[in-house]
């Protein structure tokens, strides 16, 4: 029923900052839980970082202290900004309803390099 369309992604070096956004398209009938996923090379993709209707947030240990995931309920926009950055953050992160409906987005890449 809902769709994303991930942005914001880019080359940084280590230690760099970015903030992604995650904008919903479609009919949207209810506040939605939202995750943020990556998927590395070589790798299954994994959760991140995740926000509920309610405002809750949670974050996977790796990230935790770096990312921060808010949403701005006026345009459906879900952001996920992310500090320090490492090398092994490097993926291709995609955004997604909670439950993941199976119908993943192009996803925005993130490359940490010096």
């Known amino acids: 029923q809902v769709r994303f369309v991930e942005s914001g992604g880019g080359l940084v070096q280590p230690g760099g900052s970015l903030r992604l956004s995650c904008a919903a398209s479609?009919?949207?009938?209810?506040?939605?839980?939202i995750d943020w996923y990556r998927q590395a090379p070589g790798k299954s993709r994994e959760l991140v970082a995740g926000?509920?209707?309610?405002?809750?947030?949670d974050y996977q240990d790796y990230v935790k202290g770096r990312f921060t995931i808010s949403r701005v309920r006026a345009t459906n926009t879900v952001y996920l900004q992310m500090s320090s950055l490492k090398p092994d953050d490097t993926a291709i992160y995609f955004c997604n309803v909670r439950p993941p409906n199976g119908d993943w987005g192009q996803g925005t890449q993130v490359t940490v390099s010096s």
């Open positions: 479609g009919s949207i009938g209810r506040l939605y839980d």
């Open positions: 926000i509920t209707s309610g405002g809750r947030t």
